[in-house]
């Protein structure tokens, strides 16, 4: 079979499956009865467990050592091994859980000892996370929150030369499921002139894309824009959490801190490059008038399969909504296209000057809104600052979030002929502030 036929899967939850699907088989740490950390593959329902795969003898070559890079309860080494390893990792895992597979009696022969319920499965972090870096490249974000502050002159003018980014805090990212505390911090009531600690009272999510970085580079030797693409070790959903009315305070003149450092959430599953390869698109042509991007930023690959469609998701759930048994409200409904800026183009961007990238580092795209209503990526774009509440079906209106509602982030990928590629969710509870 090739990789991305409409062959099935002998897991038969995989068949039809609309996030994890033979065709996605994305990697991820997870642990049952708080016992070790293993590696895994999300096929349907279940989890293929790697660790329990390299013992029963199901990898050699370059796939057992993919599997054996795993070891430790974290994917850096890995994602260090770089494509090759990720290629011969997929094509062993395709031949062992498609549905005509010689190995299906052995695997199924080992019962639970290699296939386990996802509901009865612990995800954790994916990889040990050294660096996090958060990028800025939804312009139409960018404008929608310029135009809040800035009416006539929403975007900076560096905007559409350089792919604006800032470094976060990656001891405070953790997995889907984790509760957010809401945070504290300095605020400047409106008319005062004298800040008051308290906590956050305009607390948004953000819907962004994850980058894992593969293979990393030497400092001081830059990744080239042609080579970037093969330093990316896979994607996932990312929501970065924001603390709007501290943001207001601290930003200038060095940007966020404190507003953004408290959380970070992200999905747990590893989509692979190789997954999304039938979702490729040429990168949006720039609308007429704007710069090209500079040489070290330009390469003709890049441009014309560099772009992903990827649709994207928010969701809010409330307490009252739990109790009334209500579904969860949509607030957005976006897509990967309004990238202004590659994921190649943020890797050699970043490590142009010689910073030196490394395996597990992680990247997030910045909020991705599209140009319409409910494609917008955040609360301050949804209210306009808090300016036209959203109203719920549970009779209840919101301008920020507010305790024990839950923010929801969904991603999946569809195309005539082809698997629906979904990346599982990132979800994260407001819990009060101590």
């Excluded at 991820?28 to 467990?49: C, M, N, Y």
């Excluded at 970037?228 to 009315?245: K, M, Q, T, V």
């Excluded at 209106?397 to 590629?421: H, M, N, P, T, Y």
Aim: aromatic share 8%; with cysteine; proline share 6%.
């Amino acid at each position: 079979m090739t990789q991305f036929s409409p062959a099935r899967s002998w897991v038969t939850s995989a068949n039809g499956h609309a996030d994890f699907a033979l065709q996605n088989l994305p990697l991820g740490i997870f642990s049952t009865g708080g016992g070790a950390l293993r590696s895994g593959v999300a096929i349907g329902e279940q989890i293929f467990d790697l660790s329990a795969a390299l013992q029963a003898g199901l990898f050699d070559g370059a796939a057992r050592e993919a599997v054996e890079a795993m070891a430790g309860g974290q994917l850096n080494g890995f994602f260090e091994l770089g494509r090759g390893a990720r290629v011969a990792l997929r094509e062993r895992l395709l031949d062992l859980l498609r549905e005509d597979s010689p190995m299906r009696e052995k695997i199924e022969a080992e019962g639970a000892k290699l296939l386990l319920a996802a509901s009865d499965c612990q995800m954790h972090l994916p990889a040990k996370i050294n660096d996090y870096t958060d990028f800025y490249v939804g312009i139409e974000h960018a404008q929608n929150v310029g135009k809040l502050f800035r009416p006539d002159n929403p975007l900076l003018p560096n905007y559409k030369y350089v792919p604006i980014g800032y470094h976060g805090r990656a001891s405070t990212i953790r997995p889907s499921g984790t509760d957010v505390r809401r945070p504290k911090g300095q605020t400047l009531p409106a008319g005062q002139t004298e800040p008051t600690f308290g906590p956050c009272a305009r607390l948004d999510y953000e819907l962004e894309l994850g980058i894992w970085i593969g293979q990393g580079n030497a400092l001081g030797e830059p990744i080239a824009i042609g080579d970037a693409a093969e330093h990316i070790g896979g994607f996932c959903l990312l929501n970065d959490w924001s603390a709007r009315d501290i943001q207001a305070w601290e930003y200038q003149p060095l940007g966020p801190f404190l507003s953004k450092s408290f959380l970070t959430s992200i999905s747990p599953w590893v989509v692979t490059a190789e997954a999304l390869e039938p979702f490729r698109r040429p990168q949006p042509a720039r609308p007429e008038g704007d710069p090209q991007p500079l040489p070290y930023l330009l390469d003709k690959r890049d441009q014309a399969a560099g772009a992903f469609d990827i649709e994207l998701e928010v969701l809010l759930l409330t307490e009252t909504m739990r109790e009334q048994n209500l579904p969860a409200h949509r607030l957005t409904l976006s897509n990967t296209q309004y990238m202004y800026w590659t994921v190649a183009q943020m890797v050699a961007h970043h490590s142009v000057n010689g910073c030196q990238l490394q395996a597990g580092d992680l990247f997030g795209s910045g909020t991705l809104s599209g140009p319409g209503s409910g494609q917008f990526g955040s609360l301050l774009e949804i209210t306009e600052g808090g300016k036209k509440p959203i109203e719920l079906a549970s009779g209840e209106v919101r301008k920020f979030l507010e305790d024990g509602d839950e923010i929801i982030l969904r991603a999946r990928c569809r195309r005539e002929g082809f698997a629906s590629i979904g990346f599982g969710e990132c979800r994260g509870k407001i819990l009060p502030a101590h």
